[in-house]
């Protein structure tokens, strides 16, 4: 069984401050998928990082994938009041078949104060 | 495009009865998969269909099932409802089949929320 675990589970800071949340895993996977989840919806897809080592950025967030892809970290510049949800991560491994499967962290979820 | 919905979006049931959901995929998206997510445990993932077949399945007992009709839209039934199986349940689809990397991310729809009391 593969897991993947996420660190802080809560992180609540001040508006215009930086974080970093990692999600770490012994298992490797294909690529590995970040999401935001606001309440009351589903999450959706921020980034996909396919490559050991491949950094994405989506305006003031950071993306990395780990060299060995078993882990992977997001870091946020200059929080603001909108980034305040729930992150999830998910690596993607070969299930057999011709197919794929996600496993999810459980997620930080992080409040911005303005 | 529409987005992946789902019906109801909240649902209460009693201990032993038996509920099922319903799940609409984006226009095209051939593949659909069930996750159950609650505080406790997160995001947890139940079974994946293709082409109408179950091509992956999770660890959960065998009252959770689900189909796939032949327009791609999916169902899944929960027989003999037990307090814990209360949580929210998620639709994602997938373009499908493995094209690349990008055909397993998940477009999710919004959930039903399921109360068991």
């Known amino acids: 069984t593969q897991l993947l675990e996420q660190s802080p589970q809560f992180l609540s800071i001040q508006e215009g401050e930086n974080l970093t949340v990692y999600c770490n895993s012994s298992s490797v996977f294909s690529s590995l998928q970040w999401y935001r989840q606001e309440p009351g919806e589903g999450p959706v897809l921020l980034v996909t990082v396919v490559t050991g080592g491949e950094v994405k950025k989506l305006k003031r967030l950071t993306f990395q994938f780990g060299d060995a892809r078993k882990d992977s970290s997001l870091h946020i510049t200059a929080a603001q009041p909108g980034d305040t949800g729930l992150y999830l991560c998910?690596?993607?491994?070969?299930?057999?078949?011709?197919?794929?499967?996600?496993?999810f962290g459980k997620g930080t979820k992080l409040s911005v104060i303005p | 495009k529409a987005g992946v919905t789902q019906t109801p979006r909240y649902l209460i049931k009693t201990r032993g009865q038996q509920v099922t959901l319903s799940c609409s995929p984006i226009?095209?998206?051939?593949?659909v998969s069930w996750y159950q997510q609650t505080p406790g445990q997160g995001l947890q993932f139940l079974f994946e269909?293709?082409?109408?077949?179950?091509?992956n399945k999770g660890n959960f007992p065998g009252r959770f099932s689900g189909r796939q009709f032949s327009n791609s839209r999916s169902e899944m039934n929960v027989s003999t409802l037990e307090l814990g199986d209360s949580a929210l349940y998620l639709c994602?689809?997938?373009?499908?089949?493995?094209?690349?990397?990008?055909?397993?991310?998940?477009?999710f729809g919004p959930g039903t929320r399921l109360t068991v009391t």
């Open positions: 226009s095209g998206h051939r593949s």
């Open positions: 998910a690596g993607q491994a070969y299930s057999g078949a011709g197919s794929y499967q996600l496993t």
């Open positions: 269909y293709f082409s109408e077949t179950q091509r």
């Open positions: 994602a689809s997938t373009p499908g089949p493995p094209a690349g990397f990008n055909s397993y991310e998940q477009y």
